[in-house]
């Protein structure tokens, strides 16, 4: 049998009162608390938008400041990047001056060898310890110590350049990180709210940077970098002073001895042709001596020979006179008169060939110096061979450049 439908509850008016006044009260308290939350959700959008704002705004201007201190340091690096390779154009030219007068000393030094070389073939007395000798070998030191002086002041330029450049390196690498550093920046600063294509949300941006430093070891580094450079620049400055000190001393040196190399050799070769005049006059005299004199022995052998007959004569006479018979042989007037002719004649001929051997004997001595002059007068031109011609014609190639 099927149930029957029960009746809906029914309330009384009490009730009813009561659930309307309750809903009212009820709902009167959610409006006063969502009119609540809706002042605050307001207060705090307008806070927070203003926060938003004013981070952003600090925010960009930190970055204008900070891109002006970048820009600072980019000009004051570039400055000086720009500073080195002046300096290092500079000191390279430097270099190649000291280079140029270093090969330009070469020909000098091989003249001055070849020089002594030729001054060694020189003969007898001519080969002698001269003044010549004395200026050539100080020329050879003083190129020596020329030679020195230029290759360790190339070796200092050198070192110089390389300090240098180095410098630059970090001043470059430092410009170049300024660069990016300034791009990056400079892009942040431009950026908007509405630039919805180039900003995002990305994760980890605000943990620690592990590699980061303090502003003022960035401003340290970049003020470290210039100040190296600068005092790299300052030596590099002070060496290129020191090298035009250098090669003045050095030409002027090289140029002073070259001149007392010249004079000394003109002095001796005035010398040797004065000593080759006076040694050609005595040969002339000498030769006129040995002509005289052996007309003088000529002389004597005629007179000799003319005596032989005169005396020829009085031995024919005695010899006959020596066969008189018995009492005859009488030792009258006539045999001493003969005997005295006889000694007389012989001792002219004695007194004549004493005579003859004393001029042979000086011609031969007279011959001896005919020789020893045309040895010596050979010996002579054979040295201003050397030092008036050979050396001569070698040493008019030396041309001294000042650099």
Same mark, same amino acid.
Request: glycine share 2%; charged share 35%.
């Given at each position: 049998?099927?149930?029957?439908?029960?009746?809906?509850?029914?309330?009384?008016?009490?009730?009813?009162?009561?659930?309307?006044?309750?809903?009212?009260?009820?709902?009167?308290?959610?409006?006063?608390?969502?009119?609540?939350?809706?002042?605050?959700?307001?207060?705090?959008?307008?806070?927070?938008?203003?926060?938003?704002?004013?981070?952003?705004?600090?925010?960009?201007?930190?970055?204008?400041?900070?891109?002006?201190?970048?820009?600072?340091?980019?000009?004051?690096?570039?400055?000086?990047?720009?500073? !080195?390779?002046?300096?290092?154009?500079?000191?390279?030219?430097?270099?190649?001056?000291?280079?140029?007068?270093?090969?330009?000393?070469?020909?000098?030094? &091989?003249?001055?060898?070849?020089?002594?070389?030729?001054?060694?073939?020189?003969? +007898?007395?001519?080969?002698?310890?001269?003044?010549?000798?004395?200026?050539?070998?100080?020329?050879?030191?003083?190129?020596?110590?020329?030679?020195?002086?230029?290759?360790?002041?190339?070796?200092?330029? #050198?070192?110089?350049?390389?300090?240098?450049?180095?410098?630059?390196?970090?001043?470059?690498?430092?410009?170049?990180?300024?660069? #990016?550093?300034?791009?990056?920046?400079?892009?942040?600063?431009?950026?908007?709210?509405?630039?919805?294509?180039?900003?995002?949300?990305? @994760?980890?941006?605000?943990?620690?940077?592990?590699?980061?430093?303090?502003?003022?070891?960035?401003?340290?580094?970049?003020?470290?970098? #210039? &100040?190296?450079?600068?005092?790299? &620049?300052?030596?590099?400055?002070?060496?290129?002073?020191?090298?035009?000190?250098?090669?003045?001393?050095?030409?002027?040196?090289? !140029?002073?001895?070259?001149?007392?190399?010249?004079?000394?050799?003109?002095?001796?070769? @005035?010398?040797?042709?004065?000593?080759?005049?006076?040694?050609?006059?005595?040969?002339?005299?000498?030769? @006129?001596?040995? +002509?005289?004199?052996?007309?003088?022995?000529? &002389?004597?052998?005629?007179?000799?020979?003319?005596?032989?007959?005169?005396?020829?004569?009085?031995?024919?006479?005695?010899?006959?006179?020596?066969?008189?018979?018995?009492?005859?042989?009488?030792?009258?007037?006539?045999?001493?008169?003969?005997?005295?002719? #006889?000694?007389?004649?012989?001792?002219?001929?004695?007194?004549?060939?004493?005579?003859?051997?004393?001029?042979?004997?000086?011609?031969?001595?007279? !011959?001896?110096?005919?020789?020893?002059?045309?040895?010596?007068?050979?010996?002579?031109?054979?040295?201003?061979?050397?030092?008036?011609?050979?050396?001569?014609?070698?040493?008019?190639?030396?041309?001294?450049?000042?650099?």
């Amino acid at each position: 049998m099927a149930e029957l439908v029960k009746p809906p509850t029914k309330y009384s008016p009490y009730e009813w009162y009561n659930s309307n006044f309750k809903n009212y009260n009820n709902a009167e308290k959610e409006r006063a608390t969502a009119e609540s939350i809706q002042l605050e959700t307001q207060r705090l959008t307008d806070e927070t938008d203003e926060l938003a704002r004013q981070c952003q705004e600090d925010a960009s201007k930190k970055l204008s400041q900070r891109l002006q201190e970048l820009n600072f340091w980019k000009d004051e690096v570039q400055s000086q990047v720009q500073a !080195v390779e002046d300096e290092i154009q500079a000191i390279n030219n430097h270099k190649a001056k000291l280079e140029n007068a270093l090969d330009t000393v070469e020909h000098p030094y &091989k003249v001055a060898l070849s020089c002594m070389k030729y001054r060694e073939e020189r003969e +007898g007395i001519d080969l002698v310890h001269d003044e010549v000798e004395i200026n050539l070998l100080k020329e050879i030191e003083v190129i020596d110590g020329v030679r020195s002086v230029l290759k360790r002041t190339i070796e200092e330029a #050198v070192e110089q350049v390389r300090r240098l450049r180095s410098a630059k390196y970090y001043l470059q690498k430092d410009l170049a990180d300024k660069n #990016v550093a300034i791009k990056i920046d400079d892009t942040c600063h431009k950026l908007r709210n509405t630039d919805v294509a180039e900003i995002g949300l990305y @994760e980890g941006v605000t943990d620690p940077l592990p590699h980061a430093v303090t502003p003022s070891d960035w401003t340290s580094f970049s003020d470290t970098n #210039v &100040k190296k450079s600068e005092s790299e &620049k300052q030596a590099s400055v002070s060496l290129r002073s020191v090298i035009v000190g250098i090669l003045d001393q050095t030409y002027n040196d090289l !140029v002073a001895q070259c001149k007392n190399v010249d004079l000394a050799f003109k002095k001796r070769v @005035e010398e040797c042709l004065a000593a080759k005049e006076r040694l050609t006059l005595h040969l002339q005299k000498v030769e @006129e001596d040995i +002509g005289g004199m052996e007309t003088n022995i000529a &002389k004597l052998k005629k007179a000799i020979q003319e005596k032989l007959a005169p005396l020829k004569v009085a031995h024919t006479r005695l010899a006959h006179r020596n066969q008189r018979p018995n009492m005859e042989l009488t030792l009258d007037t006539a045999q001493y008169q003969l005997v005295n002719e #006889v000694q007389n004649v012989e001792s002219a001929i004695k007194a004549l060939e004493a005579q003859l051997k004393i001029s042979e004997d000086s011609l031969k001595a007279l !011959v001896r110096n005919e020789l020893e002059l045309q040895e010596d007068i050979r010996i002579k031109s054979k040295s201003l061979h050397i030092d008036d011609e050979l050396c001569k014609d070698l040493r008019s190639t030396i041309d001294y450049t000042h650099y």
